[in-house]
């Protein structure tokens, strides 16, 4: 079946340090794949897609690339800010036969800068 | 232009009510998917409605319910509430033949 893997959190960082939270999924075919944001007390916001193999999804300042050989779609930042303190969700849309499906979610990790 | 609107924010109801859940989709989104967000256990899909008709049902049982009417707004009932049914609940929308979802702010329903 289809599902999502991230790394357990919570991440916490120093303002500016170097993020990568590692996604990894299992899906057949081609799947559409996607990083969501959670401030607290907020709903999801969608921060980047990818929808083919080696796509590169950027937004913000974040990044993720599809890639198809190691099954993975890691977020990546190279200075993060307080602000950016939040629970990220890693997430696919399986290969649609009319429209979309569900989204599959990975577990969310949380993420807390300090200053 | 406007993003999903969900409604009411805040819900309060005692074990074995029936609670109402509002969603409003982004204007020509036909999509309205509903999600549940309990404390610790990530997002669970519940319902996928979709030009007014059911779609897909996530692993829950039947008293969660619902149903999407002809301006594509749509309305989750929880009948018979449990402590357990205490999550926040959101609600997506997309436009046909794309894949990403945008999701409202939720409800966050507690149940005493």
């Known amino acids: 079946g289809n599902s999502v893997t991230q790394m357990e959190g919570p991440v916490t960082l120093s303002e500016e340090a170097f993020l990568t939270i590692n996604c990894t999924y299992t899906?057949?075919?081609?799947?559409?794949l996607f990083w969501y944001v959670q401030y607290p007390g907020e709903g999801l916001q969608l921060l980047l897609k990818?929808?083919?193999?080696?796509d590169k999804g950027s937004n913000k300042g974040f990044e993720a690339t599809y890639r198809k050989e190691t099954t993975s779609f890691h977020l990546e930042k190279g200075s993060v800010q307080v602000s950016d303190s939040a629970v990220y969700f890693c997430?696919?849309?399986?290969?649609?036969?009319?429209?979309?499906?569900?989204?599959?979610f990975g577990t969310g990790t949380r993420l807390q800068v300090f200053p | 232009e406007a993003g999903v609107t969900q409604s009411p924010t805040h819900l309060i109801k005692t074990r074995g009510q029936q609670a109402t859940l509002r969603c409003s989709p982004i204007?020509?989104?036909?999509?309205v998917y509903w999600y549940q967000q309990a404390l610790g256990l990530g997002l669970q899909f519940l319902l996928w409605?979709?030009?007014?008709?059911?779609?897909n049902r996530g692993n829950f049982p039947p008293r969660f319910s619902g149903r999407q009417f002809p301006n594509y707004s749509s309305e989750l009932n929880v009948n018979a509430l449990e402590l357990e049914d205490s999550a926040l609940y959101l609600c997506?929308?997309?436009?046909?033949?794309?894949?990403?979802?945008?999701f409202g702010p939720g409800t966050r329903l507690t149940v005493t």
């Open positions: 997506a929308s997309t436009l046909t033949g794309t894949y990403e979802q945008y």
């Open positions: 899906a057949t075919g081609y799947p559409s």
């Open positions: 990818a929808t083919k193999a080696d």
């Open positions: 997430a696919l849309s399986p290969v649609p036969s009319y429209n979309t499906d569900k989204l599959i």
């Open positions: 204007s020509g989104h036909t999509s």
């Open positions: 409605y979709d030009e007014g008709e059911e779609r």
